[in-house]
């Protein structure tokens, strides 16, 4: 018998490659159906839609996935979805008349502003719009992905009789080296979160570079939601606001953020409004925080007299 799904406020997850044979879908679908969140955010290559022309491989629970999200969204789950490289063409409009009806409730967009439980505004975008070579040399990453695929296959063909572990373990090890010299040359992480301050937020949710992460500094937060290839990890936030960088095969990482100062100034802004104007019983008393305790008869007779 399956556990119950725990209740969360937010998921946050991208590269699940839905339609690529190295997509880890079934990890992908036991990571869904084992939370009840109030919101989705599908942060991008979300589907593989390079892989239509040559190589699309569609198991059953690329179905499941798709089936347990229209289930949420019956339940009043929202879910968000930002485009990626491998998904771009959900940023045309053409193909948004095509969306199924059962997900027409969809918000799509190439970034959403999320503000967490604790009042910090997050830009959640995919990273690629802020990659040097996807938007200057996109052929690059088209030449390199036969490459890549391969090396995923001998991946898995190494690690096939080793039960348990990470069948791209050594891709993902890899991939984070080839990805540190993109983000150097693109300086993609600063452009990023350059572009979150212009929007007034204190941080990024992004994936595209398959790199986990959650980075604290000083007065911004860094999140990357990693992937379902090679890492197979998702962010959760939870009703206390905690947030969890769940790994199937690594250690979670969690951040506990303190209230946001705009929160408590909406909380003092709240309390003053409740002080000056508050009632008592149907009728005769309210307390006015600027004026005190009077009865409404006494006011007329004020201004009677």
């Known amino acids: 018998m399956a556990s119950a799904a725990t209740s969360v406020r937010t998921l946050l997850i991208s590269d699940v490659h839905l339609g690529c044979k190295h997509a880890q879908v079934k990890a992908c679908l036991d990571f869904l159906q084992s939370y009840q969140p109030e919101q989705?955010?599908?942060?991008?290559?979300?589907?593989?839609?390079?892989?239509?022309?040559?190589?699309?491989?569609?198991?059953?629970?690329?179905?499941?996935?798709?089936?347990?999200?229209?289930?949420?969204?019956?339940?009043g789950t929202e879910v968000f979805y930002v485009p990626g490289n491998h998904d771009a063409f959900l940023r045309n409009a053409d193909y948004l008349r095509m969306i199924p009806e059962a997900f027409s409730q969809v918000?799509?967009?190439?970034?959403?502003?999320?503000?967490?439980?604790?009042?910090?505004?997050?830009?959640?975008?995919?990273?690629?719009?802020f990659d040097?070579?996807?938007?200057?040399?996109?052929?690059?990453?088209?030449?390199?992905?036969?490459?890549?695929?391969?090396?995923?296959s001998l991946n898995r063909w190494v690690?096939?009789?080793?039960?348990?572990?990470?069948?791209?373990?050594?891709?993902?090890?890899?991939?984070?080296r080839v990805k540190r010299g993109v983000r150097f040359i693109s300086s993609f992480e600063s452009s990023i979160m350059q572009h979150a301050r212009q929007r007034r937020c204190e941080?990024?949710?992004?994936?595209?570079?398959?790199?986990?992460?959650?980075?604290?500094?000083?007065?911004?937060?860094?999140?990357?939601?990693?992937?379902?290839?090679?890492?197979?990890?998702?962010?959760?936030?939870?009703?206390?606001g905690?947030?969890?960088?769940?790994?199937?095969?690594?250690?979670?990482?969690?951040?506990?953020?303190?209230?946001?100062?705009?929160?408590?100034?909406?909380?003092?802004?709240?309390?003053?409004?409740?002080?000056s104007d508050w009632y008592y019983g149907d009728d005769t008393e309210r307390f006015d925080g600027n004026a005190g305790v009077e009865s409404e008869f006494e006011k007329v007779r004020q201004i009677a007299g």
């Open 40 to 75: 989705i955010y599908l942060v991008g290559d979300f589907i593989d839609g390079w892989k239509c022309n040559k190589g699309w491989h569609w198991p059953d629970e690329c179905n499941q996935i798709l089936n347990h999200l229209e289930q949420l969204i019956r339940e």
């Open 107 to 129: 918000k799509i967009a190439d970034e959403f502003v999320f503000e967490t439980l604790q009042g910090w505004r997050l830009l959640i975008t995919h990273g690629d719009l």
């Open 132 to 152: 040097f070579f996807e938007t200057r040399a996109q052929w690059v990453s088209r030449a390199t992905a036969g490459v890549y695929d391969f090396v995923l």
């Open 159 to 176: 690690n096939r009789r080793r039960v348990g572990s990470n069948p791209y373990g050594a891709c993902a090890f890899l991939k984070d």
């Open 203 to 240: 941080g990024v949710v992004c994936g595209h570079i398959h790199t986990p992460a959650i980075v604290r500094r000083k007065d911004s937060i860094y999140f990357n939601t990693g992937d379902w290839v090679e890492n197979c990890t998702g962010l959760v936030e939870h009703h206390d």
């Open 242 to 275: 905690t947030i969890r960088l769940e790994s199937t095969y690594g250690t979670p990482k969690t951040l506990q953020l303190n209230p946001h100062e705009r929160l408590a100034m909406r909380t003092r802004s709240a309390s003053a409004d409740d002080r």
